[in-house]
């Protein structure tokens, strides 16, 4: 018998736990010309912000060795816009949509978590974290735990009591740890990990850094092993707190590494850029690799590895 | 018209003088095909490190084994390398036919093709279509040098002219195969530009062809990441129909544009007027109208 | 012409700037099956310790995207051994030695550094600070810039005047700037970066973590870009510091693109282990690369990505 | 003898039963080697994201083509996999022959060879040396079913003896070879065993033959990353001629070892009284004696 895919968010059912990473699907319309948006666990959009943007000049992405460098810089329809077009096509659909938010101060997001309660159909909302704080030094909400946390806060009191809210960590911190606290502390439902990790590449031809941008984040199969150490250890540090693995997913098999490391739902980024059925493919391929070692449940091994020894579930595969 | 996803059979991978024409079974993408767009394929087999797909224009679809496509590139990176190392029967992952086509203009008029490189090669089903429907054809091809001149033959056979140019003049005329282009317009009382090049000699067909007045559609390959849409790195700045700049995508608002609505001095940068560029404020009423799509036509 | 790839390290020239990367090259004579160790800029050697150690348990390494993730721990001969087997038959092949030490209080750094300075024909000093701080949290010296500073003062004064004395920084730290300041002030004559990045494998077949250790260091072309960045940010920092870049160097372009981005030598590590001969495959297409480029000096071209323009050397390769 | 890093032309990958067996050209590889050694490919092609090289016992070696080696394998993960995909003139980047050999008895003696699955395939140029130099030669092979059970014709041909047992019964005996172990030895009159099996079969070999006093020679496959002694991936705990444990390499100190040297129930483990383990304190004399290599052999 096949696996049971089933999972949770919040309130919510999911048919299985495997979403797209935010701003890898586009609005979503893209992906349904290659797989049935309504079939995966749920389309994390875009991060939306409140008005219109632009993005960074091109170039804005480079190929690196099993992976991607890229600083598109957020460029999106704002809020309205989202709103009216994006998501009502997304709930027509009838997929999921967990919707990415992202500001420069916490005020900014939690009028975006207004706007977003008052919409019908949103199943979550994602604080994109990794958004330089302008009232604070500029660095990164995701790098401070306390301007995570304020975000987190702010966001919690202004959403609507039934939208779980999902704090979305960057993995360029000293302690991963510390941060995921902040936020469960401050009410995060859930947490997203891990955003891209910064990076640059050098363009031998011309000799300057490749994107216009400069510097750029990491992502695809390359950063897994930094994503699963985080999820580990978050899991490790905060068992009860459900977590969304985000990190170079390319196969089922790597979805179920993240999973066993700690991840309740598994986001696929990149690797859709890659194939762009790469979700449904994926969450294929995650039942029959649990079906393979007779594993009834997707749930039943959220954090396996942590236990020193389940032999019930140790059969090897062949 | 929705694009697919199919892995398909090589059949052959032939030299064509400094490129490979690669022709690969693929019927869903041959029947629904129109000239100017393209497709993109996984490069590297299964555990490669390249995660990016490459995008190539369709150069040819023919009816056999169901239907068939040809693209040809020039292997110079590790993706088209790997590509001209594929052997008949290997395993491609193909996705298409991706794009906005070239428009066809509704009445018989004087078309001019212009080409460069590689380029070109989106050119010939082109020009089969509008001979189909009656119109003039005239080519122009430009290239560096005589093997990258890609199909002077089938030009000269299928159009009424073909002037061509190389940078070293080892086949046609020598220097940029822009300067003809006046000449070649006044002789054929070109109509009608479609051009398929580099962005600088884009940006210079379309600068001439201002001077007369003509209508250019221009397809432009930008640094292409997916194909499909989703990544946001093919982009460049558009003017909509309400004369606002949007950063619109290549791959799907193109990558055959209207001229006209090209940003050309822009691209690579986000002008300040763009829609949401830095210090951009929003009117805050209801949400914009989409990126020019479909509002472009030729002729 | 061929260009001239000579560079220097403190006041020894060195005929190439490409390195072995510390713990990526045995003791020399496994590599010297397959390349003359004495026509590359200098080996690495491992991270010497006091006394021998016998590193984790098995297993220690794991295959990922582009990478590799290992947990060795340290496993070496202790400084006697050291002296009298490894640096001597280095010595006696007419390699130049860079001493890679490790320790884990600044005590047992200078302790080491005093037996590096008694022995003749240490070409420099590296310190390896991604080691517990058993005297502070347990933390990693690398992850503290007063901790890490520490261990440099303490070197920099029992070591002999002069031996270059170099730090070698971890990427995981909230900036790795600060450390690299805090060590150059120490009175470092150089850095290395970057060391591996931790990450975590878990194998989806015994459902465990993969290398006995839990967790490990990623290496290997899938972290270049995050030591391109590191390099970068510390060469604006830091001009006048030599910074020896390493990170998943595989080729002649890639040691080309850490140079650029401000690196006056490269270390190559995991590559080797793919290809024994590459330290010398590396350096002959560096100096393809920059014939190419008609760059007459590799040392004309350190930083260059830095420069808005540089007209003269831009001329694009074919 | 120093091992060599080659590109060599795929001469052909056949399939053989649960195997595949691919020959390359290497002709200073084929010259060197020694039966119980092993090459190591890199695996995926040039932009591949598999870093590692795949390590396999060389089995067979041939003139032709100024010399050509031969290895077996299971295609199980991706890298054997896109071995099993090779054809005939790729190029494979080959470095060999690597490690310790199986050491030959000097006098001729009676010999018996016990291998599983894959791991037998090492077996059989050692028993053409060993019958070269006139021993008595016995086999015994087993597997988990017949189609893994490797080499049994050549076995029969080539030994005094073939004994066989699959998990399944599919061939041979049912059960797992060792279960025959005794009264093979017994008959044949074992003076020395070789032994290539996985580590559990390897720990029973070595168990059993310690009640008769026999000597092992055991190959042992540890996981490899480099092959070439750089990376110290490939550790287990081996006892020195000084009574002193330590953590060595399979690749570079093995893959043979004296199987009396190997702290089989340790494997994977690093024993507290191995030099260097935690706790562990050093005399703080003059260093220690090498690992021990060449220091074991045969009969
Ligand atoms: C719509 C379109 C049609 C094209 N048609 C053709 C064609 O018919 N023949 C042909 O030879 N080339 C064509 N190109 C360019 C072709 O996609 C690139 O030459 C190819 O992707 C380079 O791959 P690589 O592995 O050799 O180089 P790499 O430099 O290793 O490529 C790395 C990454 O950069 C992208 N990239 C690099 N160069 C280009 C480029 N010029 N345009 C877009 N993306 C690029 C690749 O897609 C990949 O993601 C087309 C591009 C586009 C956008
Ligand atoms: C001395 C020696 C001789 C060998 N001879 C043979 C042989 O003749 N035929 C054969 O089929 N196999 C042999 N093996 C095992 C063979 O190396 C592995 O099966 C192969 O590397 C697996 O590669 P993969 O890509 O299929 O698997 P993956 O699991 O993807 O391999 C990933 C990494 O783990 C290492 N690895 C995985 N399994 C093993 C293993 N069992 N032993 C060592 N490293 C491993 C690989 O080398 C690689 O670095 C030998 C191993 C050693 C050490
Ligand atoms: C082109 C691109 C755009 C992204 N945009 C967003 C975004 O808008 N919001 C966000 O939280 N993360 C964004 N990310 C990060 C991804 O959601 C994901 O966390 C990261 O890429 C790691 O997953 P992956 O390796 O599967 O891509 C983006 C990543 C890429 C590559
Ligand atoms: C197996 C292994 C052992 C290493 N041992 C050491 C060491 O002893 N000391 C040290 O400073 N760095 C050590 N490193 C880190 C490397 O020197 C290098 O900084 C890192 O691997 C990144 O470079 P690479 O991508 O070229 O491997 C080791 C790395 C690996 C993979
Ligand atoms: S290439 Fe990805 S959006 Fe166009
Ligand atoms: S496999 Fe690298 S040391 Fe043995």
Redesign the interface.
Known sequence: MAADLRARLGHVELPSPILTAAGCAGTGRELAQYIDVAKIGAVVTKSIMLDPRAGRPSPRTAETAGGLLSSVGLQGPGIDAFLQRDLAWLLSRGARAVVSIAGSSPGEYAELAVRLSDAAGVTAIELNLSCPNVEGRGRDFASEPDAAAQVVESVRAAARYDIPVIAKLAPDVADIVTVARACTAAGADALSMINTVPGMVIDTTTMRPALAGGAGGLSGPAIRPIAVRSIWRTRQALPEVPIIGIGGVRTGRDALELILAGATLVGVGTVIFHDPSACARIQRELEDELTARNIDRVTDVTGLAHQPTAPALRRPIP | M????VSGPVLTVRRVDAYHALTVVAPAIATEFRPGQFVTV?V??????????RAFSIHDVRPDHGGTIEFVFEANG??TQ?LAGR?SRDLL?V?GPLGRPFPLPREPVSCLLIGSGHHSTALFPLADRLRERGGQIDFMLGAASADRVFGSLRARRTARSATIATDDGSLGARGPITGMLSQVIHEARTDLIYASAPLPVLREVVALAGRYDLPVQALVE??T??G?????????PVLGSDGIT??ARAC?DGPVFRADLVRWDDV???PFD?????G???PRV???PRAPRGSAHGG
């Open positions: 929705a694009p697919v996803q996984a590297g087999g299964p555990e490669s490190s390249m995660l990016l797909r590790p993706g790997w052997r992952d996705v930008q640094p990441a997916c499909t849409g989703v990544c946001m790195s093919c982009v460049l949007r950063i799907t690579g940068t986000v763009a829609l949401g560029a830095p951009w404020k929003p209801a949400p914009a």
